[in-house]
């Protein structure tokens, strides 16, 4: 019996011994295969999100593009040319939080920038914690977190992996576009804080105080250098893909008669909220630039073998497709102007970080319509929905109906949140509430279609506007009722662009990638913008975002 022992033993010990050399040839051999050792992870991955940046602007000022800039990451990485968001609605918020966290709003929570909460029943901000202070100012514009998203993104997992060794840091103009790609364990998230400051500022959930490079940044009066006459970069009349400069389209600066160009910031800006006027200036995203690259140094990103995330958000484009209109030659002059910051971002990583060591991504959040009364003059069917009648007649037929106006609680981002206390008071079935409003919204002029919370819930929805509403749906902060508009309609100025819908404007985007571990080359198979956190992930080696619904792009990454 015990001799029966020892062989048991001595086998025992063999099949380890075996075990481990195996393990350590298949190791040798994975060193070399696969993108997961530290040799080569990219040391630093930027992710470049343009807020409002349409796909089509890609093409279309093409022809205008450096050869630094856009077009270096077209021509010598990977361009996902048929991209889309799959999810309504088309938001900033819901955009930045899918990017990085690689899902819909239907699990990472975020489901608007602002939306109703039925808990607390107040309206919330995505990125707002009053929990938090400001640092860097003295305004509650820092009182922020990214606590509202439920999943985490790319740039959590690479903290995780790395024993939060690699560092995560967050820039945008806007707070949102800052605190929600970098994620929950960001070493520290910056966005800028305009009136009469002009500071890049944080908040408490990150660190009680400014670094010394962003205190520096601050005393350099950078934002003062841009608030300057803003004038085209190039000759107006050489810019033949947007449409005349004086139009009818076209909202503009308080304080100016015409939205023309030249604009003398300097003096306009004590009209247009001081240094905030900057955001709505080509001159922003050049801001933004400055400091990226000043973070580089500042924070000592990709500068050893343990991979960094810096996450950029170019918001500047937004506030001007907003004003002017994505025809518009604001746009234009932002987006050749933009060409030019990302050619300095580029050349400052190739010399801080070093070429080829570094993996970069460039996305939006969202597209956005043409004008719609620029669309109806050209015979495209578009308009206006006008909301102000939409609660009019809504609640004269709930009055009719049921007997009470106030069965709507409250009415935001194209959804219904119905009273429920006063729905169960007067002995009334939500369910059956739910399905009248829909029968009778439906009939409604500018309206495409309605769905109740209960055919979200209990319908699997495979294609179309249904699926893009559906992975936009949170059974748990979303409304009782959702509401499509007809295409090219919306509740806005009847100047300017918007975004939102589940239309190829508001949902076709760019996707680039370029840099280490990045294939040359491109497609036009459909991908979509969940799907760019798993490609990084898959490149990282690290684990996926915890509620990622995209896949890896395999034909992106190189072999
Ligand atoms: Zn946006």
């Keep these: 019996m015990k001799s029966l022992l020892y062989v048991f033993v001595f086998a025992l010990f063999f099949s380890c011994k075996a075990q481990t050399e195996y393990t350590a040839q298949v190791n040798q051999e994975s060193k070399t295969a696969t993108a997961t050792d530290e040799n080569s992870r990219p040391k630093l991955v930027v992710g470049i999100v343009v807020d409002q940046m349409r796909y089509d602007y890609l093409t279309r000022f093409y022809s205008k593009f450096g050869d630094g800039g856009f077009k270096k990451l077209i021509n010598q990485g990977f361009n996902c040319k048929n991209n889309h968001y799959n999810y309504?609605?088309?938001?900033?918020?819901?955009?930045?939080?899918?990017?990085?966290?690689?899902?819909?709003?239907?699990?990472?929570?975020?489901?608007?920038?602002?939306?109703?909460?039925?808990?607390?029943?107040?309206?919330?901000?995505?990125?707002?914690?009053?929990?938090?202070?400001?640092?860097?100012?003295?305004?509650?514009?820092?009182?922020?977190?990214?606590?509202?998203?439920?999943?985490?993104?790319?740039?959590?997992?690479?903290?995780?992996?790395?024993?939060?060794?690699?560092?995560?840091?967050?820039?945008?103009?806007?707070?949102?576009?800052?605190?929600?790609?970098?994620?929950?364990?960001?070493?520290?998230?910056?966005?800028?804080?305009?009136?009469?400051?002009?500071?890049?500022?944080?908040?408490?959930?990150?660190?009680?105080?400014?670094?010394?490079?962003?205190?520096?940044?601050?005393?350099?009066?950078?934002?003062?250098?841009?608030?300057?006459?803003?004038?085209?970069?190039?000759?107006?009349?050489?810019?033949?893909?947007?449409?005349?400069?004086?139009?009818?389209?076209?909202?503009?600066?308080?304080?100016?008669?015409?939205?023309?160009?030249?604009?003398?910031?300097?003096?306009?800006?004590?009209?247009?909220?001081?240094?905030?006027?900057?955001?709505?200036?080509?001159?922003?995203?050049?801001?933004?630039?400055?400091?990226?690259?000043?973070?580089?140094?500042?924070?000592?990103?990709?500068?050893?073998?343990?991979?960094?995330?810096?996450?950029?958000?170019?918001?500047?484009?937004?506030?001007?497709?907003?004003?002017?209109?994505v025809n518009s030659k604001e746009v234009?002059?932002?987006?050749?102007?933009?060409?030019?910051?990302?050619?300095?971002?580029?050349?400052?990583?190739?010399?801080?970080?070093?070429?080829?060591?570094?993996?970069?991504?460039?996305?939006?959040?969202?597209?956005?319509?043409?004008?719609?009364?620029?669309?109806?003059?050209?015979?495209?069917?578009?308009?206006?929905?006008?909301?102000?009648?939409?609660?009019?007649?809504?609640?004269?037929?709930?009055?009719?109906?049921?007997?009470?106006?106030?069965?709507?609680?409250?009415?935001?981002?194209?959804?219904?949140?119905?009273?429920?206390?006063?729905?169960?008071l007067l002995g009334l079935d939500l369910e059956e509430v739910q399905e009248a409003l829909v029968g009778e919204i439906i009939t409604y002029k500018k309206i495409d279609k309605v769905y109740s919370a209960t055919t979200m819930r209990t319908t699997d929805f495979t294609s179309g506007i249904e699926e893009l509403l559906q992975n936009g749906f949170n059974q748990k902060r979303s409304g009782d009722v959702l509401v499509v508009n007809d295409p090219a309609v919306i509740s806005y100025s009847k100047t300017g662009s918007t975004h939102g819908s589940g239309l190829n404007y508001d949902t076709h985007v760019p996707l680039l990638f370029y840099g280490k571990g990045i294939n040359h080359g491109s497609t036009f198979k459909k991908t979509y913008i969940t799907d760019i956190a798993p490609t990084i992930s898959a490149l990282l080696g690290t684990s996926f975002p915890n509620g990622a619904t995209g896949i890896p792009l395999e034909f992106v990454i190189e072999e």
């Design 332 to 424: 234009q002059d932002t987006y050749l102007r933009l060409d030019k910051d990302l050619e300095r971002l580029i050349n400052a990583l190739d010399a801080k970080v070093g070429k080829g060591e570094y993996t970069l991504f460039l996305t939006s959040d969202h597209g956005a319509v043409d004008v719609p009364s620029y669309l109806q003059s050209v015979h495209i069917p578009a308009g206006y929905f006008d909301s102000k009648d939409f609660r009019g007649k809504l609640n004269s037929f709930l009055s009719k109906k049921y007997g009470a106006s106030d069965l709507i609680e409250n009415r935001s981002n194209n959804q219904i949140f119905l009273n429920r206390s006063r729905i169960a």
């Design 88 to 325: 309504i609605p088309t938001y900033t918020g819901p955009g930045h939080t899918s990017v990085y966290t690689g899902t819909t709003p239907k699990y990472h929570g975020i489901i608007a920038n602002n939306w109703y909460d039925k808990e607390i029943k107040e309206m919330v901000y995505c990125a707002g914690d009053d929990t938090e202070s400001s640092v860097g100012t003295e305004a509650t514009a820092g009182q922020m977190s990214p606590r509202r998203m439920k999943t985490t993104t790319f740039a959590d997992e690479n903290r995780l992996f790395t024993q939060m060794r690699g560092k995560t840091i967050g820039i945008s103009m806007k707070d949102r576009g800052a605190i929600l790609p970098a994620g929950h364990t960001a070493n520290a998230a910056y966005w800028f804080h305009g009136r009469d400051e002009g500071n890049w500022i944080t908040s408490t959930f990150y660190r009680s105080d400014l670094p010394k490079w962003v205190t520096n940044f601050n005393a350099s009066e950078a934002a003062e250098s841009y608030l300057k006459p803003w004038n085209t970069l190039y000759d107006i009349n050489t810019y033949t893909e947007s449409g005349a400069d004086l139009n009818t389209f076209e909202g503009g600066f308080k304080g100016k008669e015409t939205a023309t160009f030249p604009y003398d910031l300097k003096a306009l800006s004590k009209d247009n909220r001081g240094f905030d006027i900057l955001k709505a200036t080509a001159y922003g995203n050049a801001l933004t630039a400055d400091f990226a690259i000043a973070a580089l140094d500042g924070e000592q990103l990709g500068q050893d073998a343990i991979t960094d995330v810096l996450t950029v958000s170019f918001s500047s484009t937004d506030y001007v497709g907003h004003n002017f209109g």
